[in-house]
């Protein structure tokens, strides 16, 4: 099958022709149908985030299911299912609480399967890594059953794919994290999937003011489309924060949510806040990358 193969972060990807094993106890083989291309992906490839190679990059994915290892239950060959990056042990004492989200062992982190192995092979019989385990930019793809989510077939492909990372991120950023309230103000900096995704969940919440900012004029009427009460275009960072807050109303959001990985705009995420304010830190910034803020305010008023 062909996959596109980072050979180690910082090096472009090449497309590669690689043998696939049949799936083992526990596991699922499912035909890649569609693949987002998270921000993720990008820090691995730009070299931002160091990882092992070679490496099979990609983590938001929707396939078919074609085979079904031994022991699993609740899959089907030919249904449809999107692809968990982040999938739990079941073992550990989060998941036995029920927070499997909060999984302390998933073997994902470590772009292997459970039994510590990978079922991708080159030519020379030199093992390739699957990207948080499911490496979603390729043909084929064998995940642990627990990866892999049965979703309705009527779901369109490209949208089952942007579930399994971007829509979840944002949208349980909102209801999950956040917990947001019907009625409460939100600020929504950067409008990529993630950022859409946060408004959409704001939407759902029923947050009385939704507040998208962003430097492109199209993400804005794109997030008006989805439930932004105010669109922001963004600029010089005093001007941005007092655009927000009078947009928000009420001295500022009671929720900002920060959607892009950068130290600028984390830092507009946590200024704009009133009083008792919530800022929600959702993009991944490069590692090492760093942001300040100013403690007295954000003490004070209980931020």
């Known amino acids: 099958m062909r996959a596109a193969v980072l050979e180690r972060p910082g090096k472009p990807l090449r497309i590669e022709d690689l043998a696939i094993d049949e799936p083992r106890a526990g596991e699922v083989a499912v035909r890649l149908t569609a693949s987002g291309v998270c921000h993720s992906d990008l ?25 079904v290892g031994a022991g699993v239950a609740g899959l089907s060959v030919g249904e449809q299912v999107a692809l968990s990056w982040y999938y739990p042990c079941l073992e550990c004492r989060n998941c036995q609480l029920g927070r499997q989200w909060a999984c302390s062992d998933s073997a994902s982190l470590r772009h292997r399967l459970p039994d510590g192995s990978t079922r991708l092979r080159r030519a020379d019989g030199g093992e390739v890594l699957s990207y948080l385990t499911i490496g979603t930019f390729a043909e084929r793809t064998i995940v642990p059953a627990a990866a892999a989510v049965p979703i309705p077939d009527t779901v369109p492909a490209e949208v089952a794919a942007l579930i399994g990372c971007c829509v979840s991120t944002g949208v349980g950023a909102v209801l999950k994290t956040a917990e947001v309230p019907a009625g409460a103000s939100v600020a929504v900096f950067g409008l990529g999937g993630v950022g859409l995704s946060v408004v959409m969940g704001a939407a759902i919440a029923g947050a009385g003011r939704i507040v998208a900012v962003d430097r492109v004029p199209d993400k804005l009427d794109l997030a008006r489309d989805l439930g932004a009460t105010d669109c922001v275009l963004a600029g010089d960072a005093d001007a941005t924060i007092a655009a927000v807050r009078s947009a928000a109303r009420h001295g500022g959001p009671e929720f900002a949510f920060e959607a892009i990985g950068l130290p600028a705009t984390v830092e507009q995420a946590i200024a704009v806040l009133p ?14 990358a760093r942001a300040s803020f100013e403690v007295f305010p954000f003490v004070d008023g209980s931020r």
């Open 275 to 288: 009083p008792t304010g919530t800022a929600v830190l959702v993009g991944l910034t490069p590692f090492g």
């Open 43 to 67: 820090h691995v490839r730009d070299g931002e985030w160091e990882r092992p190679g070679p490496l099979v990059l990609g983590h938001e994915g929707a396939g078919v299911v074609e085979e």
